[in-house]
């Protein structure tokens, strides 16, 4: 069937309304990326044999689902509509889950153990990762199937398409964007308002949306698991941002890396085609709008915007100068207005309920939620998604549940390979464009790596360095020449072989490369640089003057040995190690041969009396 006018849509939600069994539990299984890695579509198999076999399918509906951000967790399965949340579950409790199910009990060893209050707990908004969330670009991840467009629609998916067509004119959209506050989510914090009317503006025949979902930052996984847990939502919000500028044609620029995310947009876009609400005259208006996928190879610099059209156009993906902006001549020379995932899928919201209501969250220059990637050395790793202006401790202590293993807080790692680090002193700082530019970071696209006391500034900010030098696009010279140079001088140090002008070098690269490369990525590069020697100058010194790395990770300036007084002769180290640089016999004492070890560390993994001392 086709929609031909906004009714045919809310009468196709009415009959699926009607059709929901209110009583009828649902199971619900992440089939995210993280959780397929775990194991879910096994799982998923599993259930479909077990529901099969006790004849359970007309009392149980069983139905994938996205990612629900509880990453390390995985698999996840959720039971709706109670909520009840079963972590890491595999083949061999599906029988005592779908009997709880049919029981109203609970697999009480599958819920979640909150170790602060020594209880386990039930419900998804019980668990301290969640209740401290404001989910709303998530809300529907986890709880819809990703592939099915019934249910999108069945939870109000393009009810703000229709209102956008039915009450709005392309001004008005604009101005409820503009009074939303929402900025581009991609890394800049461009106003979204105001790029879409610079585009409206341009005189053209022809006119593109395009969706960034390069994401190419390390550890980041914002964009794909809303494309692959809620693609419809970024697919509405493109096609009313075609309606706010006049355009008829869109693109979404994925990297090729994100296969499970290219096949739900693929399938997303082919039903809703089939329902009219992609492709000529929607809804039965005289507006049409067409979506198309790009595969990108996986290049950094094409999350720029000019590298991408050059991408998408069939050149090689380097930037150019600008102006002209792509909002005045972009793809094949055309205006284009180009936001990222995160951004799109903010636009039914606010449209929905309109933007002085969506204004109503977040700090005062940047309103809403953002998502982002928590990573590092922290307790809870996955998605995370607050309130513009929450406290970095809020997002690290109270939902990351704090530094993992012990270890002490040193710094998190805001914006990706081009953002900053931040010490402990500034924990209590609020989230948002201005404050973290203040304190030398971004916010990028979501990126936020926690890190502990065994994290080495330096070999942490020659990391970022190879893979910005490496990424280069090498068009200017700053950017290619000078991350070189700078990543030459890290490596330097990190062999122990720095000189004390060294760091005057490097800030002076450093400022260089940031005041004249041509676009973001050149710009942005130096940024590990420049905060780590601005809160972590001890270490560069130590390293440099000392010849020692005080975190134990340059493998150059450290050695290994065994403390006696702590080697209880148990042999386990000499066993593991690769190169069979540790002797000793049971029960004496063991010594490691500085001529062969590799210093690989897995002789202090494997030590469980802390006899082994790194220096």
Same mark, same amino acid.
């Given at each position: 069937?086709?929609?031909?006018s906004i009714?045919?849509l809310?009468?196709?939600?009415?009959?699926?309304?009607?059709?929901v069994?209110?009583?009828?539990?649902?199971?619900t299984?992440?089939?995210?990326?993280?959780?397929t890695a775990?194991g879910?579509?096994?799982l998923?198999?599993e259930?479909?044999?077990?529901?099969?076999?006790e004849?359970?399918?007309?009392?149980i509906?069983?139905?994938?689902?996205?990612?629900?951000?509880f990453?390390?967790r995985?698999?996840?399965?959720?039971?709706?509509?109670?909520?009840?949340?079963?972590?890491?579950?595999s083949?061999a409790?599906?029988?005592?889950?779908?009997?709880?199910?049919?029981?109203?009990g609970?697999?009480?060893?599958l819920?979640?153990?909150?170790?602060?209050l020594n209880?386990?707990?039930?419900?998804?908004?019980?668990?301290?990762?969640?209740?401290?969330?404001?989910?709303?670009?998530?809300?529907?991840n986890?709880?819809?199937?990703?592939?099915?467009?019934d249910?999108?629609i069945?939870?109000?998916g393009?009810?703000?398409?229709?209102?956008?067509i039915?009450?709005l004119?392309?001004?008005?959209?604009?101005? *409820?964007v !503009?009074k939303?506050?929402? @900025?581009g989510r991609?890394?800049?914090?461009f106003p979204? $308002? &105001?790029?879409?009317?610079? #585009?409206r503006?341009?005189?053209?025949?022809?006119?593109y949306?395009?969706c960034?979902?390069?994401?190419?930052?390390p550890?980041a996984?914002?964009?794909?698991s809303i494309?692959e847990?809620n693609p419809?939502?970024?697919?509405?919000?493109?096609?009313?941002?075609?309606l706010?500028?006049?355009?008829?044609?869109?693109?979404?620029?994925?990297?090729?890396?994100y296969?499970?995310a290219?096949?739900r947009?693929?399938?997303?876009?082919s039903?809703?085609?089939?329902?009219?609400?992609?492709?000529?005259?929607?809804?039965?208006?005289?507006?049409?709008f067409?979506?198309?996928?790009?595969?990108?190879?996986g290049?950094?610099?094409c999350?720029?915007?000019?590298?991408?059209?050059?991408?998408? *156009?069939? !050149?090689?993906?380097?930037? @150019?100068?600008?102006?002209?902006?792509?909002?005045?001549? $972009? &793809?094949?020379?055309?205006? #284009?207005?180009?936001?990222n995932?995160?951004?799109?899928?903010n636009?039914?919201?606010i449209?929905?309920?309109?933007?002085?209501?969506?204004?109503?969250?977040?700090?005062?220059?940047s309103k809403?939620t953002?998502?982002?990637s928590?990573t590092?050395?922290?307790?809870?790793?996955?998605?995370?998604e607050?309130?513009?202006?929450?406290?970095?401790r809020?997002?690290?202590?109270?939902?990351?549940?704090?530094?993992?293993?012990?270890?002490?807080?040193?710094a998190?790692?805001?914006?990706?390979?081009?953002?900053?680090?931040i010490?402990?002193e500034?924990?209590?700082?609020?989230?948002d464009?201005?404050t973290?530019?203040?304190?030398?970071?971004?916010m990028g696209?979501?990126g936020?790596?926690?890190?502990?006391?065994k994290?080495?500034?330096?070999?942490?900010?020659?990391y970022?360095l190879?893979f910005?030098?490496?990424?280069?696009?090498?068009?200017c010279?700053?950017?290619?020449?000078?991350?070189?140079?700078c990543?030459e001088?890290l490596?330097?140090i990190t062999?122990?072989?720095?000189?004390?002008?060294?760091?005057?070098?490097?800030?002076?690269?450093?400022?260089i490369i940031?005041?004249t490369?041509?676009?973001?990525l050149?710009?942005t590069?130096p940024?590990?640089?420049?905060s780590?020697?601005?809160?972590?100058?001890d270490?560069y010194?130590?390293?440099?003057k000392?010849?020692?790395?005080?975190?134990?990770?340059?493998?150059?300036?450290?050695?290994?040995?065994?403390?006696?007084?702590?080697?209880?002769?148990?042999?386990?180290?000499?066993?593991?190690?690769?190169?069979?640089?540790?002797?000793?016999?049971?029960?004496k004492?063991?010594?490691?041969?500085?001529?062969?070890?590799?210093?690989?560390?897995v002789?202090?993994?494997?030590c469980?009396?802390?006899a082994v001392?790194v220096?």
């Open positions: 069937m086709r929609f031909n009714d045919d809310l009468n196709y939600k009415k009959r699926l309304r009607e059709g069994k209110e009583d009828m539990p649902v199971i299984i992440c089939m995210g990326t993280g959780c775990f879910s579509e096994e998923m198999e259930f479909q044999k077990e529901i099969s076999r004849n359970l399918g007309s009392k509906k069983l139905k994938m689902a996205g990612c629900h951000g990453c390390e995985g698999p996840i399965v959720l039971i709706l509509p109670e909520e009840i949340f079963y972590q890491q579950v083949k409790n599906v029988q005592d889950i779908v009997k709880s199910v049919i029981e109203k609970v697999v009480n060893q819920l979640y153990l909150d170790v602060n209880k386990r707990l039930k419900y998804v908004m019980d668990i301290p990762f969640y209740n401290k969330q404001l989910r709303q670009v998530l809300k529907n986890g709880r819809i199937d990703p592939e099915s467009i249910d999108y069945l939870n109000g393009y009810q703000s398409l229709a209102k956008a039915k009450d004119s392309p001004e008005e959209i604009i101005e *409820e !503009k939303s506050g929402l @900025r991609g890394g800049a914090g979204t $308002g &105001l790029k879409w009317e610079l #585009t503006k341009q005189k053209n025949d022809k006119k949306i395009i960034n979902a390069d994401e190419g930052d550890g996984f914002m964009d794909r494309l847990g419809h939502s970024v697919l509405e919000g493109m096609i009313i941002a075609g706010a500028i006049e355009s008829d044609e869109g693109y979404i620029y994925v990297r090729a890396e296969p499970l290219v096949k947009l693929n399938i997303a876009i039903d809703a085609r089939k329902l009219g609400l992609v492709g000529e005259k929607i809804l039965g208006s005289t507006f049409s067409d979506i198309k996928i790009k595969e990108g190879a290049a950094f610099v999350g720029e915007e000019t590298a991408l059209i050059a991408s998408i *156009e069939g !050149k090689r993906g380097m930037p @150019r100068p600008r102006p002209p902006f792509p909002a005045q001549s $972009g &793809l094949w020379g055309k205006p #284009t207005c180009i936001n995932v995160e951004t799109f899928a636009i039914p919201l449209i929905l309920d309109g933007g002085g209501e969506y204004s109503k969250v977040g700090a005062e220059k809403g953002k998502i982002f928590l590092g050395k922290v307790n809870n790793t996955g998605l995370v607050v309130p513009i202006g929450t406290k970095l809020d997002v690290i202590f109270e939902i990351g549940g704090g530094v993992d293993k012990g270890r002490t807080f040193k998190v790692q805001t914006g990706g390979p081009s953002g900053g680090c010490p402990g500034y924990l209590d700082l609020p989230i464009y201005e973290l530019a203040e304190v030398g970071s971004i696209s979501g936020m790596i926690v890190l502990d006391d994290t080495c500034m330096v070999e942490l900010t020659h970022f190879s910005t030098q490496n990424e280069s696009c090498g068009k010279t700053p950017c290619r020449i000078g991350t070189k140079r990543l001088i490596e330097k062999m122990g072989e720095g000189e004390e002008k060294d760091l005057d070098d490097l800030l002076e690269l450093a400022k940031k005041d490369s041509l676009c973001g050149g710009q590069a940024n590990p640089i420049l780590t020697i601005r809160y972590f100058k270490e010194e130590t390293h440099i000392d010849k020692k790395c005080p975190a134990g990770v340059c493998k150059a300036l450290i050695k290994y040995y065994i403390d006696e007084a702590k080697c209880k002769g148990c042999t386990l180290c000499a066993k593991k190690c690769p190169v069979g640089a540790i002797t000793g016999e049971v029960k004492k063991h010594m490691i041969s500085l001529d062969k070890c590799i210093k690989c560390g002789c202090l993994e494997t469980k009396f802390n001392v220096e």
